[in-house]
Every structure is written in C-alpha cells, then in structure tokens.
C-alpha cells in the first residue's frame, strides 16, 4: 500500500512560481505513473499533469500547458510540480496520484487510472 504525502502549497501573488511536492513511500515512483490533480470545492476534480512510469512522454491538462513542469526524483522517490506564471484560476487543492501500470495520453486524465491519492495541498494565488 502506497503513501502519498503531497508539500509545498501556499498563498503567491498572479505571476509568481511554487514547486509542489509527493513524497511516496511504499512503492517506487520508478515503477509508478503518477499524476497531479486539482479541485476546487464543489466541482469536479480537474487533470492536472502525469508523468508515465517510464519517463516518456509527459501529459498537461489544457489550462497549465507551457506553465506547468511535472518531474520526480528517484533516489528521494518523490514527485514535484512546478508551477509557473500562476493565475488565479490556478487556486486549489492539489492532488498527488500514484498508477499501478503505465499510462497513454488517454489514460492520464482519467482520475480511474490512479490507485492511491494523496490527501492535498493548499495553493492560492492572488490577484
């Protein structure tokens, strides 16, 4: 069973950066395809970016492509976000997700294709 510890939200002003972290324990993000979601409460939880578990070809939601950079470290089997150019419709909670099998662009978004989640972390950004 997986363990995902999501770090690094907090309140920035319209234009600024944060780098988000998950820590994952009991299983190896190398063998893992994970992924970023966000929520705002009362809808519905938004596809953020994922990363398949061999490094290939990484995946963005629409309305974070070109500001937004997923990576991950194996040796402290963690997995960040940065987040750049941050908007204010980029306020929410954000979501850590680990998948049991590799993932194709169809499968990323699909919050059915993750097996464990994180519990979330603040970010908010001011205008």
């Known amino acids: 069973q997986a363990q995902l510890v999501e770090s690094g939200g907090g309140l920035v002003q319209a234009g600024g950066s944060l780098r988000l972290s998950c820590a994952v324990s009991g299983r190896a993000v190398t063998s893992s395809s994970m992924g970023w979601f966000r929520q705002v409460s009362g809808k519905e939880r938004e596809f953020v970016a994922a990363m398949p578990w061999n490094s290939g070809a990484m995946f963005y939601g629409h309305s974070v492509q070109g500001r937004f950079t997923i990576s991950r470290d194996n040796a402290k089997n963690t997995v960040y976000l940065q987040m750049n150019s941050l908007k204010p419709e980029d306020t929410a909670v954000y979501h850590c997700?680990?998948?049991?099998?590799?993932?194709?662009?169809?499968?990323?978004?699909?919050?059915?294709?993750?097996?464990?989640w994180g519990q979330g972390t603040q970010v908010t950004v001011a205008s």
């Open positions: 997700a680990a998948s049991r099998g590799n993932l194709i662009s169809g499968d990323a978004p699909r919050e059915t294709s993750y097996h464990f």
